[in-house]
């Protein structure tokens, strides 16, 4: 489906039928993961008694698994009909917790942490195909228009979705939640259904295709040769290491710097979404004006030198203060990382370059937040979140040479 075609269903993109669904499908698939991310936190909290390592241990099984598929899984999302690759990991996904439900009524609290295993590595099958969805019905002039509402939906959660995953576990309990979870799972899958159906594949294109491993390679080599997209890797490996340090950490600087109960935590991540609401409405206005690679850098600058702050701060409003910022600069970063890689990645590729890109930020992510409980025994919190947000810089500084490039759109209309 052209960009033509897509605007002659209509002009606004909340007439687009794609965009409608996959907003529903996000909005139960939201309601699923903050659920899973604070009953389970509160759960394994509480079961081992603030166990640092059981808690980075959650963050582990999470992120761990995207490292490891999302090369696969984007090479798979250029191989596949991706409209029924995501019902599929919807569905899937549903089940998996389901089986985990029954397990855990039978005494095993341990395998929370297979819900959110198999949860991520679908995950990493579902997202590639999303981003080609968003390729085929959404018209390259309004990407960045798209990605600043998809944000400011996730914003919306963020202010709402801790709250929730506390209030489920506290007044249900985990069977409940993870109960909660699965349907959220499910109906996502059902929604999916929505959406245009896939194009069909052409015979001859059908046996041309060349071997998966090839088809790997070739993403590999199709990143190598973007001076863009080779420095986006680059600033996902450095933003990836900051972001785990921290988010894992986030806890203790409730707990140790500003002296309040774990609970407090989902105030923070609420003044953080609301933040994050206003800055993607924001986004959303100047979408046109601000080329993708300037609003990423703008949103590292500003995540940087508030997690810095942060370490810093045992004041609870300054904290809360520099949550706020930082949740006007969270949308500036997600904004920009995905309408970078649809605007300088094909069609054919784009499963291939998410896939690729993906584990640098995730790769990262993953080692520091394992390592990051261990950290926290050897190092003081303010020096860890120091050199987070010192690191968090360092990835701006490589998007400076990029500012200048077109994306591939505005070159072949040149």
């Not at 979408?287 to 701060?313: E, N």
């Not at 003081?380 to 759109?409: C, D, E, N, R, T």
């Amino acid at each position: 489906m052209s960009g033509k075609e897509v605007s002659g269903a209509g002009d606004s993109l909340f007439r687009n039928k794609f965009f409608q669904t996959i907003l529903l499908s996000n909005v139960l698939l939201q309601i699923g993961i903050w659920v899973r991310n604070f009953a389970i936190l509160m759960y394994v909290t509480d079961k081992t008694n603030e166990d640092p390592f059981a808690i980075s241990l959650m963050g582990f099984v999470e992120f761990l698994p995207i490292f490891v598929f999302s090369f696969i899984g984007g090479t798979f999302a250029d191989r596949w009909k991706p409209r029924l690759t995501m019902i599929w990991c919807d569905f899937l996904s549903a089940l998996s917790v389901f089986i985990v439900l029954i397990t855990l009524l039978y005494g095993s609290w341990h395998m929370v942490y297979f819900a959110t295993f198999v949860s991520a590595i679908l995950s990493q099958f579902s997202q590639p195909s999303a981003m080609k969805l968003f390729k085929q019905h959404v018209p390259a002039e309004q990407l960045q228009s798209a990605m600043a509402m998809f944000q400011s939906l996730m914003a919306i959660f963020m202010v709402l979705g801790p709250s929730l995953g506390v209030m489920s576990y506290q007044k249900f309990g985990i069977e409940i939640s993870i109960g909660v979870m699965g349907v959220a799972f499910l109906l996502s899958a059902v929604v999916l259904f929505r959406i245009p159906r896939d194009r069909e594949v052409d015979k001859t294109e059908v046996a041309s295709k060349r071997q998966f491993w090839q088809e790997l390679k070739a993403g590999f080599d199709y990143v190598w040769r973007s001076p863009v997209l080779k420095a986006l890797g680059g600033t996902f490996a450095l933003a990836g290491t900051a972001v785990g340090i921290a988010q894992t950490l986030g806890l203790f600087i409730v707990l140790e710097r500003l002296g309040q109960p774990k609970e407090f935590l989902q105030y923070m991540l609420m003044v953080n979404g609301i933040a994050m609401l206003v800055g993607g409405g924001a986004v959303m206005v100047v979408a046109k004006k601000i080329a993708p690679q300037k609003l990423l850098a703008l949103g590292l600058v500003i995540s940087s030198l508030c997690m810095i702050g942060t370490g810093l701060s045992t004041s609870v409003p300054i904290t809360l203060v520099l949550q706020f910022i930082s949740g006007l600069g969270f949308p500036m970063i997600q904004i920009g990382i995905s309408t970078m890689i649809l605007q300088w990645s094909e069609e054919s590729y784009t499963g291939r370059v998410n896939g690729v890109l993906t584990p640098m930020f995730m790769g990262m992510m993953v080692i520091m937040t394992l390592a990051a409980g261990q950290l926290k025994l050897v190092f003081p919190l303010v020096g860890i979140y120091v050199v987070a947000g010192s690191i968090m810089f360092l990835g701006m500084l490589l998007l400076i040479p990029l500012f200048k490039h077109k994306p591939l759109v505005a070159q072949s209309t040149n």
